[in-house]
């Protein structure tokens, strides 16, 4: 339970909302076959943020590197710091964008320290840890920039469920929703799952082929290729 020292309004409660920005950068993803996901972000008070982004890259019409010129270009964004390529459609990109008028600045201003975003077709979709006597405040102040769809509150009770929320939404869980097919991690989990990991009383290829109902061959190639994914992603950060 949450302690007995925190007060009713000062419990965390956990906010979804989507939101269609009216100026910023991520406008314009609606001219693009992408998905992008927040990785990492540093605030320049007044100034800028800093933000590096997993971004899954499925546009025929243009490269990536076109994209984010061009934004610069129209002034959306002021620095590309880093477009670098993972491992196929998936890349890491980092550059410096605007504050003012922006959702993170309201999240400072609100002093709500942790939340994830993802973008897509000009969407931005935001998960957030906030207390309740800030989430009032900090919708309002949303209505300037954006139009706000579906903004929910589920009231936390538990430690416990702070914790999910966070160990639940990482940077290299964030990749693999990004990288991996359903198929692979379908067998990938299932791998898991059945022991074809453990150093003891594994099981075997065979045995996962058959709880998947595919040939081995086929479970094989997509074991590996998850694993070489998820390597290549740690490794390119390291």
Known sequence: MIPEGLSKVSEPALISFR?????????????TNAYFISAAWYPIIDYANVEVINVKWLDKGMNIHEYFTRLS??????????????????????????????????????NIPYFKSSIHDGFQDWLILAPLNKVSDFKESLRSIGRL?????????????????????????DYIKLALTNNELKALRNAW????????????????SA???????????????????????????M
């Open 149 to 173: 769809i579906n903004f929910k509150i589920q009231h936390i009770t538990s430690i416990r469920d702070v914790a999910r929320v966070i160990a639940g939404n990482n940077n290299l869980l």
């Open 19 to 31: 939101l269609k920005h009216r100026s910023d950068w991520t406008l314009w993803t609606r001219m």
């Open 193 to 208: 799952e059945l022991g074809y990991f453990n150093s003891r009383n594994r099981a075997t290829l065979s045995e996962v």
């Open 211 to 237: 709880a998947l109902n595919k040939d081995k061959s086929t479970v094989d190639r997509q074991i590996k290729e998850s694993i070489r994914k998820i390597i290549y992603y740690i490794m390119s950060i």
């Open 73 to 110: 270009k129209r002034g959306l964004i002021y620095d590309i710091g880093l477009v670098k390529k993972i491992t196929g459609s998936i890349y890491l990109v980092g550059f410096m964008g605007p504050y003012k008028n922006t959702v993170r600045e309201r999240l400072i201003l609100n």
